[in-house]
């Protein structure tokens, strides 16, 4: 018994060299997360879908990314997003007057909406894990009343972690915006629809709903993509 406990400890270091490690941002951190919504006129999305592309194309080659993922929502097809990490604000403004201004040109005849900017700062993220064909991205949007902000941080850490460590599960970054701070954005990215389905029906999960749900100000938006 004794040969095997040490086995286990002897293991335990490589458990966590593999194992996401997450974190919440401090305010010395100066990274910048972005999730845009992009909607486009319904017979212009396969244009729409070439302008992402090379929307990603371009800004993957800019100083200061880190990521940036490009999706295309389920239904309806012709609502985009992005998800974007920028190592800065300097960074972010930069993309915004190269790569993603050449995008706004092209596009804004077939927009039917302003392009939604949000920016955010970690709540409780973790580095990816490595996706294939087939994945799906959920991107959901918590509004909280005000005077519930803390509680609603509070709740989406406690589901953050344990929502990594579910079967299939690649990444869960929750995400508090910066000009509404009482507004989340929550980015979970699924291997395929079958582990996001268990995840939907997971105790854990239908607990954080009955929970969250007497603090929100307003519906609770949970939206599915595909990654271009």
């Known amino acids: 018994m004794r040969q095997v406990f040490q086995f286990m400890l002897a293991l335990a270091p490589l458990w966590l060299a593999v194992a996401p490690v997450a974190h919440a941002q401090n305010a010395a951190d100066p990274t910048v997360y972005v999730v845009r919504y992009i909607e486009v006129m ?3 999305q396969e244009q729409a879908a070439g302008l992402i592309k090379k929307l990603a194309d371009a800004s993957r080659k800019e100083a200061g990314v880190v990521r940036f993922d490009v999706l295309q929502r389920t239904a309806p097809a012709n609502q985009f997003a992005t998800f974007e990490i920028w190592k800065d604000q300097a960074s ?3 993309h915004g007057a190269a790569a993603h201004k050449q995008f706004l040109d092209a596009a804004q005849p077939l927009l039917i909406a302003p392009v939604d900017d949000r920016l955010c700062i970690a709540i409780d993220t973790a580095p990816p894990q490595a996706g294939g064909e087939g994945a ?3 991107i959901t949007h918590v509004d909280v009343g005000p ?3 803390d509680a609603g941080i509070a709740l989406l850490k406690t589901v953050a972690g344990p929502s990594r460590k579910e079967n ?3 990444a869960f970054d929750a995400l508090q915006q910066t000009s509404r ?3 989340f954005e929550v980015v979970e990215i699924w291997k395929d629809q079958k582990a996001e389905d268990a995840h939907e029906i997971e105790a854990a999960t239908k607990d ?5 749900q007497p603090l929100l100000g307003a ?3 949970r939206r599915w993509y595909k990654p271009l």
């Open 42 to 44: 319904p017979a212009s």
């Open 92 to 94: 972010l403004d930069a």
């Open 136 to 138: 799906i991205y959920a």
């Open 147 to 149: 005077p519930n902000r």
């Open 168 to 170: 299939g599960n690649l």
């Open 181 to 183: 701070t009482n507004h």
């Open 208 to 212: 954080y709903r009955a929970k969250v």
């Open 219 to 221: 519906h609770y938006d």
